[in-house]
């Protein structure tokens, strides 16, 4: 059974930091892919950075290049998402999914490629 647990999300001032962590049991767990995603409300959920497990190759959005950066821990099956100079259009619900990928293919992007979803954490942030 795949589960993905996502923890660390809470309430902080604009320009400060949180870290989530997502805790994965799928297997074998090379051969996927990890991505962040949020959703504010009335918005449509969309990428926020990923990471591809086994070459640990890592992507970004845009809005978030140079503040959060994406890392594992391969002992825990474990990614984390630290976010750093968080501002208030930062506040939504951020999930955890994981991307089977077949050998040698891109991150996707898109959520509907996502087969394994976590139950989301809240982030809000105060300005």
């Known amino acids: 059974q795949v589960q993905l647990v996502e923890s660390g999300g809470g309430l902080v001032q604009a320009g400060g930091s949180l870290r989530l962590a997502c805790a994965a049991s799928i297997r074998p767990f090379s051969t996927y892919a990890l991505g962040w995603f949020r959703q504010a409300p009335g918005k449509e959920r969309e990428f926020v950075g990923g990471i591809h497990w086994n070459r640990g190759r890592t992507s970004y959005a845009n809005s978030v290049k140079g503040r959060f950066t994406i890392s594992r821990d391969n002992a825990k099956n474990t990614v984390f998402l630290q976010m750093n100079s968080l501002k208030p259009e930062d506040t939504a619900a951020y999930y955890c999914?994981?991307?089977?990928?077949?050998?040698?293919?891109?991150?996707?992007?898109?959520?509907?490629?996502?087969?394994?979803w976590g139950q989301g954490t809240q982030v809000t942030v105060s300005s």
């Open positions: 999914a994981a991307e089977a990928l077949p050998s040698g293919a891109p991150q996707s992007t898109t959520p509907t490629q996502y087969q394994h």
